[in-house]
């Protein structure tokens, strides 16, 4: 069966399109990794892709996400029957004062398609709750969004945060948003910056030294 | 025929405002409103605007505040840009960046409404039926307002006097009514407006740039920001 159709689906936000080809996908046989690396992941990056060339708004990403979204959730009891290992964990989170949750939603659910257990810790999340989230989890990822140029710079107070509680060496802090650039990333001691939800996976396999 | 001094730049949710506070020599362009959600053309939509400005200008007036940096690297040849020092517009339609402060604190998660957006502008209701409903259905339309606004809790109709409060009251209601919202008015102000209109501009409240500089966002993000506990 070729994969095609479901990746289609996705970049059609075709919610029906995805339960039934996602279906069909398991039962011919395909491994899970491989509808996800396959279809999904590919599926969403060409939304994520026509996003950021305004070829499409946000409301075809909305739809997009929700149709990989019921395919993510389809393969995950798979995943953990076939014992898969996450590639790695990462928590993330929109910044102190800031309730947009679109953009960091997109790579939760990128992170979670590319094999990462991901740890959403919400929005208006202060410097405390992101450094108790890497407690918790031992993520070796976190992830910091924002939209607002008035809350971009909170982000550093997160990067701050993480190392009083000596926890920066042991983690990779991406940030993204829309008024983000990696000048400022850079700037504030972030180790990366994703300007779409695609470059948010590469990026953080590339700083776990994932292939 | 007096030599035009002043040119104003505004984006058009504010036609209301600035027709109420302007001058009748005043030249005044209106851009679309919604340029924001594109930072990344909005440079070059200004600019356009700018471009067209004759050379007797001195002082143009940028109805903007940083919106997403969406006015950074704007600018002017041989006249000098003035602009509100704002993040956004809530803050100049309130009439102070401390109120518009006051306000976030007491409910952050408000969705501000003016005359302006009503009439000219696009809010998440007039979105969700004349783009979603048409395009996806009712469910699916559904499913896109509720993440656009699933952080929300509260329309506030911002009430300055100023355009048809009416036809805005309507429109607030309703969005606050279908999306199952609190609504609310608070009061605004044309202060801000009218001070960038008729000057002086202090370099707390305004961003003064000379001509042949561009705009650059470190003036707006000097400003105090939303503190951390």
Known sequence: ?211 | MPRVRRHLIACEVFRDEFEAVSPPGLARTYLPQGLHRTPGKMPAAIQGALNGVGPEVETVLLGYGLCSNGVVGVAARSARLVLPRIHDCIALLLGSRDRYEAEVAACPGTYYITPGWACYGTTSLSCYKNEYLPKYGEETARYIAGELLKNYSRVALIAHGGGDMEAARAHAAEMAEVFGLAYAEIPGSLDYVRRLVQGPWDGQDFVVVEPGSAISPTPFLTLHTIALP
């Open chain 1, 1 to 211: 069966m070729d994969l095609n159709a479901l990746k289609d689906a996705v970049i059609n936000g075709d919610l029906k399109g995805c339960t039934i080809l996602t279906e069909v996908a398991i039962q011919a046989g395909h491994p899970p990794e491989k509808i996800m690396n396959e279809a999904l992941v590919p599926g969403m990056d060409v939304v994520g892709e026509k996003f950021r060339c305004n070829e499409v708004y946000v409301p075809e990403v909305l739809v997009a996400a929700r149709a990989m979204k019921k395919s993510l959730a389809m393969l995950k009891p798979l995943l953990i029957q076939t014992g898969a290992k996450p590639v790695g964990v990462a928590v993330a989170g929109t910044v102190k004062g800031d309730l947009h949750d679109i953009g960091k939603n997109l790579v939760c659910m990128m992170w979670e398609g590319a094999g990462f257990e991901v740890v959403d810790l919400g929005v208006d999340v202060s410097p405390d709750k992101f450094v108790q989230g890497v407690k918790d989890t031992g993520a070796q990822i976190v992830g910091i969004s924002t939209l607002l140029t008035t809350t971009m710079l909170n982000m550093r107070g997160v990067i701050q945060a993480l190392e009083r509680a000596q926890l920066r060496e042991k983690v990779k802090v991406l940030v993204g948003g829309a008024p983000v650039t990696q000048t400022f990333a850079t700037e504030i001691g972030a180790d990366g910056y994703g300007e779409s939800a695609a470059v948010a996976v590469e990026k953080a396999k590339e700083l776990l030294g994932i292939a």
